[in-house]
């Protein structure tokens, strides 16, 4: 069974840092793997991604001030976050993209390519 696992959400100050990080497990391969957001009476919009040869993909509002990193080894993906702003504030959201463990009683094998989620974790920046 799939299962993202985040931490690393909080309350900061306008200005702050928090890292969250999101690890991945039951997954037979993983392609893209990052952070989506969504903010009050908002959609949930992507935030940062980082794909399997790790080149990554920023949203506009946080380029510059958010850094995410991958380590492939562990299935684990990082959001760097400085320089918080209000604005944002919301549920942040781990995404990998990959195919699973499926297991049977004769043995376990890869499964067809999905999109999982995280269960969301909160950031909250104060002015």
């Known amino acids: 069974q799939v299962q993202l696992l985040e931490s690393g959400g909080g309350s900061v100050h306008a200005g702050g840092s928090l890292r969250l990080s999101c690890s991945a497990s039951?997954?037979?391969?993983?392609?893209?793997m990052g952070w989506y957001r969504q903010g009050p009476g908002k959609e949930r919009d992507l935030v940062a991604m980082?794909?399997?040869?790790?080149?990554?993909n920023y949203a506009d509002s946080v380029k510059g001030r958010f850094t995410i990193s991958r380590d492939n080894a562990k299935n684990t993906v990082y959001l760097q976050m400085n320089n918080l702003k209000p604005e944002d504030t919301a549920v942040y959201y781990c995404?990998?993209?990959?195919?699973?463990?499926?297991?049977?009683?004769?043995?376990?094998?890869?499964?067809?390519?999905?999109?999982?989620w995280g269960q969301g974790t909160e950031v909250t920046v104060s002015s």
């Open positions: 995404n990998a993209n990959g195919r699973p463990f499926v297991c049977a009683t004769y043995g376990c094998y890869p499964g067809d390519e999905n999109d999982y």
């Open positions: 039951g997954m037979f391969s993983i392609n893209g």
């Open positions: 980082a794909s399997s040869d790790l080149n990554t």
